[in-house]
């Protein structure tokens, strides 16, 4: 038991090392689109997410994969822990890793399903 909560732990990290991962990926893929659509935003943050937003009929194949590849992971994460985050992290802000810090914090109280998700 304790193992299985250990190796949970640590993957948590694991997975926002992914989450930042995948979100660097879209970025780097989108980088030469928001220069493209949008040349005076800068190219990460609020700006380049609100120019690709502005402009997704006009993205390139690769941003819009990995896009697509982000809202996948997004989505499984949230049908594997969604009630876990709903119940155990109602007043956390999401973002900067916020919600994977509270389930680490309330591991004794994840679920099964969501344990299963982020453990490799």
């Given at each position: 038991?304790?193992?299985?909560?250990?190796?949970?732990?640590?993957?948590?990290?694991?997975i926002?090392l992914?989450s930042?991962?995948l979100?660097?990926?879209?970025?780097?893929?989108?980088?030469?689109?928001?220069?493209?659509?949008?040349p005076?935003?800068?190219?990460?943050g609020?700006?380049?997410?609100?120019?690709?937003?502005e402009?997704?009929?006009?993205l390139s194949?690769?941003?819009?994969?990995?896009?697509?590849?982000?809202?996948g992971?997004?989505?499984?994460?949230?049908?594997a822990?969604?009630?876990?985050?709903?119940?155990?992290c109602t007043?956390?802000?999401p973002?900067?890793g916020r919600?994977?810090k509270?389930l680490k914090?309330?591991?004794?109280?994840v679920?099964a399903?969501?344990?299963?998700?982020?453990?490799?």
């Open positions: 038991m304790y193992a299985k909560i250990f190796r949970m732990l640590s993957f948590v990290f694991v926002a992914s930042a991962s979100v660097n990926a879209a970025e780097g893929a989108c980088k030469e689109d928001v220069k493209r659509l949008c005076d935003a800068e190219l990460t609020d700006q380049a997410k609100a120019c690709l937003k402009n997704v009929d006009d194949l690769e941003c819009k994969e990995n896009i697509r590849k982000l809202i992971a997004l989505q499984s994460f949230g049908e822990c969604g009630s876990d985050v709903k119940t155990l007043d956390v802000a973002g900067g919600i994977l509270c914090d309330n591991h004794e109280s679920s399903g969501c344990i299963d998700f982020l453990t490799p």
